[in-house]
């Protein structure tokens, strides 16, 4: 393959980022977008805020390919080259919540952590499933709504191979009903508040949490509340720069996404041209 072209882009650096929900493990799992992210961004501090691994879906039968096996070894990588590594479990890998206060592989796992921003603002940082009050009060039922998501991501699969022979970007359709859906938008408000009366009642400036795969930054009544979102549908992560201003990205909508993906179909062409030469 001739590599004579391609473009060499400098990485996104930013002061600390947040990411939540990969769902290694899953078949859902955007791991190659995820790597994507972590090959083009360099930070200070990054955040692991749970369901990195879902061990939830490997109790029904194991699924690791190795673009799994290479998320675990760049967050690794990253912590060894110096960038301090945080690891808030979830409930789809509570299991690691025994192993909260010690390291691995240079990463600190905790239960929670206080993150200040450069501006001087005090956030909470955790996944947010304590006050999700079906997990909290009804695992089981919990767990069926967690196969139903299962399946719309499966369906999404295939709605997502058909739009790209035809030339169309990814589209989620969990994400589509979450807003359209009146039960589903009323359960992200009321979780949205849940969180922020916990962050009011805590004194801090805001908090930083996931679980509900739905990424924003919004204020509620001087609280600032951010959600980093998932990849699993929008491939999103929370950023701060180094002013300490916040910022959500959707990865598949960036422009250094679209020019590595542009570059690597270029290859790709290219490496068919030669082989059929």
Not at 29 to 38: I, M, S, T, Y
Not at 176 to 193: P, T
Not at 238 to 253: A, F, P, R, S
Request: proline share 1%; hydrophobic share 35%; net charge neutral.
């Amino acid at each position: 393959m001739d590599n004579r072209n391609v473009v060499t882009m400098k990485p996104l650096k930013f002061r600390s980022i947040w990411i939540s929900d990969i769902h290694l493990g899953h078949r859902a799992c955007k791991a190659e977008f995820l790597l994507d992210f972590l090959k083009h961004t360099r930070c200070e501090q990054l955040y692991l805020v749970g369901d990195v691994i879902d061990l939830w879906n490997m109790k029904n039968g194991w699924y690791w390919p190795q673009s799994h096996n290479n998320v675990i070894r760049s967050i690794l990588g990253k912590a060894k080259r110096g960038t301090k590594v945080t690891y808030i479990p979830g409930n789809h890998d509570e299991m690691f919540r025994n192993y909260t206060n010690t390291s691995f592989g240079e990463v600190d796992i905790v239960a929670e952590a206080i993150h200040e921003t450069a501006d001087g603002r005090q956030l909470l940082v955790l996944h947010g499933d304590e006050f999700d009050s079906i997990v909290k009060h009804n695992k089981s039922i919990a767990h069926l709504g967690s196969q139903a998501y299962d399946f719309l991501l499966w369906v999404n699969h295939y709605i997502d191979m058909f739009r790209r022979k035809l030339g169309f970007p990814y589209w989620s359709l969990a994400t589509y009903l979450k807003h359209k859906v009146k039960n589903a938008v009323k359960y992200i408000s009321n979780f949205e508040k849940a969180v922020i009366h916990e962050a009011r009642r805590r004194k801090v400036d805001g908090l930083v949490c996931g679980h509900i795969h739905k990424a924003a930054i919004k204020e509620y009544e001087g609280i600032l509340y951010c959600n980093d979102g998932d990849w699993v549908e929008s491939c999103s992560a929370l950023v701060e720069h180094h002013d300490g201003t916040l910022e959500i990205l959707n990865w598949t909508d960036t422009d250094k996404f679209k020019e590595e993906l542009h570059s690597i179909e270029n290859n790709n062409r290219r490496g068919r041209l030669v082989s059929a030469n």
